[in-house]
């Protein structure tokens, strides 16, 4: 039977001083879960997950900026999982400290990495799975988690903006390749999950995206 949009379950939680989105993905039937960039406030995204319902399985990463990964650590240490992300940016997670320090930052813990988030990769969850999309241009190592009727896409899109191209390993020219030739070709319908602010479409910034239109 394939996995379609009632299988699953998605709620976000920002957290963390830049209010980054943290997603949790469930598979109630299997009480699985997936957790997408578990970037501060491991307190409380601990706490989210055990009010789920579900066993956290997979600990992910849209991308290596430490406002998307700064708890992984301490959440990975707690459930037993390594933090999943795209081989591109795990020199950049290995740095982590010394990156948040040079902005102002506490400095937490780095994570053990596994780098097996290349495209086309899959997280299972349930009788299905997360499928990875490589979408550079914010980070090198920028990632899409797909699943039915919904696109976690970190900071690679805003609902109205796009993810800023002026730190290590951001490329606008790519970025916009990325967003045209990997969001913008999903259906119109499909909810789209950003890394910070409100939901939103497919089309709906296909037709009012001031920075890239379809």
Known sequence: ??????????????????????????????????????????????????????????????HGHFDHVGAAAAVGRACGLPLRCHPDDAAMIRQMPLIQEAYGFPATEVPTVVTDLADGALVPLGDGALEVVHIPGHAAGQVMFRLPGLAIVGDCLFAGSVGRTDLPGGDFPTLEKSIRERIYTLPDETIVVCGHGPDTTVGREKTTNPYVRG
Do not use: I, K
């Not at 406030?41 to 997979?58: F, K, Q």
């Open 1 to 62: 039977m394939a996995f379609t949009a009632a299988d699953f379950t998605w709620d976000v939680l920002p957290v963390g001083p830049l209010q980054m989105n943290a997603v949790l993905v469930t598979a109630p039937a299997s009480g699985q879960a997936v957790l997408v960039d578990p970037g501060d406030e491991p307190e409380r995204l601990l706490a989210w997950v055990e009010r789920s319902g579900c066993r956290l399985t997979a600990l992910v990463a849209t």
